[in-house]
């Protein structure tokens, strides 16, 4: 049984297409009744609207196999709570559709996703509410974002950068906190009441933002090559012995060829 990243896993970063031999996993996945769960980071799209662009690019992902942070976030963050929240336009726009109150006054929480070109200002601001009391939350944690080839600090990156500066600590909605695992966890049993977490098998191309979490509560980890890095070079000699990934593919096409 499986959890699958998609960002860099199963359509890539640029054209947002599947990456190869994505189709196919999915395909084989369902045709063998194998219980897996697609778990996600996406904050830039409804969760029913990135579902169905999945499945519009061929990724036929029913419903049941699929978990994002947006799921997940109003048992973290009230809806009737201010919040002051960054990240990209589309993110923001979500949250409102979900009917958050976007506080730039006095948030009682601050609240990242992610984009590129964050300034700053917008630091700075982040830092003042946090010194006057506002919890911090990622709706991920993940190492690096990556768009239109380049490589920018992830939202782990950044909330560390935040720790750091204010001493405030944070939580994490999505990957890879315990809490969105676990979520993962009990809708996975649903397809097999057996399922625990040492019977799992993550994949992923974010080895610490995806992998380590999922290694510490006990999965399997494939590292994929199709995202954030380009060689495995660039990232395992840096890592500790507990977060190095047990298996490393090229994409998830070799991932099937090794047999799942």
């Known amino acids: 049984m499986y959890f699958i990243d998609v960002q860099g896993t199963l359509i890539d970063d640029v054209h947002k297409a599947p990456i ?8 084989r996945l369902n045709e063998r009744k194998i219980p897996y769960m697609v778990v ?15 499945n519009t690019v061929g990724l036929a ?3 049941e196999h699929y978990l994002d942070p947006l799921m997940t ?55 003042d509410f946090l010194l006057s009391g506002a ?9 690096i974002y990556a768009k239109n080839g380049k490589r920018y600090p992830g939202v782990g990156a950044i909330l560390k950068m935040l720790e750091f500066a204010t001493s405030q600590p944070y939580e994490v909605v999505g990957k890879p906190s315990r809490a969105f695992y676990a979520e993962a966890l009990r ?4 397809q097999q009441r057996s399922a625990q977490y040492e019977k799992i098998t993550m ?15 006990g999965m399997q980890t494939v590292f994929v090559l199709s995202g954030k890095y380009r060689k495995a070079e660039e990232i395992v000699p840096y890592l500790q012995e507990s977060e190095r990934p047990q298996h490393i593919y090229q994409d998830v096409y070799d991932v099937l060829e090794a047999g799942v």
């Open 20 to 27: 190869r031999g994505a189709i196919a996993l999915i395909e």
């Open 40 to 54: 996600t980071n996406n904050t830039k799209r409804s969760s029913s609207d990135f579902l169905h662009y999945l």
């Open 61 to 63: 992902i029913p419903q």
């Open 73 to 127: 976030l109003e048992s973290m963050v009230d809806t009737k709570s201010g919040v002051a929240a960054y990240g990209a336009t589309a993110f923001l726009e979500v949250l409102e559709q979900m009917g958050y109150v976007l506080d730039y006054t006095h948030p009682k929480t601050l609240l990242i996703a992610i984009k590129e070109d964050f300034s700053a200002d917008e630091y700075a601001q982040m830092i």
């Open 135 to 143: 919890a911090l939350v990622g709706m991920h944690e993940t190492t």
């Open 187 to 190: 809708r996975l049993q649903r």
């Open 203 to 217: 994949i992923s191309d974010d080895v610490k933002g995806d992998l380590s979490g999922a290694a510490a509560l």
